[in-house]
């Protein structure tokens, strides 16, 4: 039997997921979509490719704009593909089933969920920190240290910060459930010996 966790930090994580969705979907995914999808005006992702254009144009940003097609044999850019996959075979899957397990089904945990969002929470900090790393080693003359400081304190920082927010609770409540079950354990072993 399940035993679950009621936590309001769970409205926190339920919109950092529903947050996420369309930001996978319709932004880092957009290329991968047929280019009828988004290429014209009366394309039904039109509006996204817009904002991704926009946000390339302001801040020329070399990850968003990686592709298999443009990344070079060699080069130090190879991680990002990695990445990608990642983020669709892993962590969109990880977003939607915590959305509708959250928003849907109900506000509560099992510990099942929460090994589940804490090792999300891990990979979407790690994955991310490696992007904030990166930053450092853009081009000067092509960045300025402007630039990188928003790269970093707006658009990866707090994609870095939020998921090792959600990593500690996690991992705090999955702690909380292994020193019940310790308890429980030696309690067993006290009644024996009596």
Same mark, same amino acid.
């Given at each position: 039997?399940?035993?679950?966790?009621?936590?309001? @930090?769970?409205?926190?994580?339920? $919109?950092?997921?529903a947050?996420?969705? +369309? =930001?996978?979907l319709f932004i880092?995914a957009?290329?991968?979509?047929?280019?009828?999808?988004?290429?014209?005006?009366?394309?039904?992702?039109?509006i996204?490719?817009?904002?991704? /254009?926009d946000?390339?144009? /302001?801040?020329?940003?070399p990850? *968003?704009q990686?592709?298999?097609?443009?990344?070079?044999?060699?080069?130090h850019?190879s991680? =990002?593909?990695?990445?990608l996959? @990642?983020? !669709?075979g !892993?962590?969109l899957?990880? *977003?939607?089933?915590?959305?509708? &397990?959250?928003? %849907? /089904?109900?506000?509560?945990?099992?510990?099942?969920d929460?090994? @589940?969002?804490?090792?999300y $929470? @891990?990979?979407?900090?790690?994955?991310?920190? *490696?992007?904030?790393?990166? %930053?450092?080693?853009w081009?000067p003359?092509?960045?300025?240290?402007?630039? &990188?400081?928003?790269?970093v304190?707006q658009?990866?920082? +707090?994609?870095?910060?939020?998921?090792?927010?959600m990593a500690?609770?996690? $991992?705090r409540? =999955?702690?909380?459930? =292994?020193?019940v $079950?310790d308890?429980? %354990?030696?309690?067993? /072993?006290?009644? &024996? *010996?009596?």
């Amino acid at each position: 039997m399940a035993v679950y966790n009621e936590s309001r @930090l769970n409205y926190v994580w339920l $919109a950092w997921f529903a947050l996420s969705i +369309p =930001i996978i979907l319709f932004i880092d995914a957009l290329h991968f979509y047929p280019s009828s999808w988004y290429s014209s005006p009366s394309s039904p992702l039109y509006i996204f490719h817009l904002a991704r /254009q926009d946000y390339i144009a /302001q801040y020329n940003d070399p990850i *968003v704009q990686w592709s298999p097609s443009t990344s070079v044999p060699g080069s130090h850019d190879s991680w =990002i593909g990695l990445f990608l996959y @990642l983020e !669709f075979g !892993f962590t969109l899957p990880v *977003v939607l089933y915590g959305f509708i &397990k959250l928003a %849907v /089904q109900n506000s509560r945990t099992t510990g099942r969920d929460e090994l @589940l969002f804490l090792v999300y $929470a @891990l990979e979407t900090a790690l994955t991310t920190l *490696v992007c904030i790393y990166d %930053v450092g080693y853009w081009d000067p003359a092509l960045y300025s240290d402007e630039v &990188k400081r928003t790269m970093v304190l707006q658009f990866f920082g +707090p994609w870095f910060l939020i998921p090792s927010i959600m990593a500690v609770d996690m $991992a705090r409540r =999955i702690l909380g459930r =292994i020193n019940v $079950a310790d308890e429980a %354990v030696e309690e067993r /072993q006290r009644r &024996k *010996v009596q």
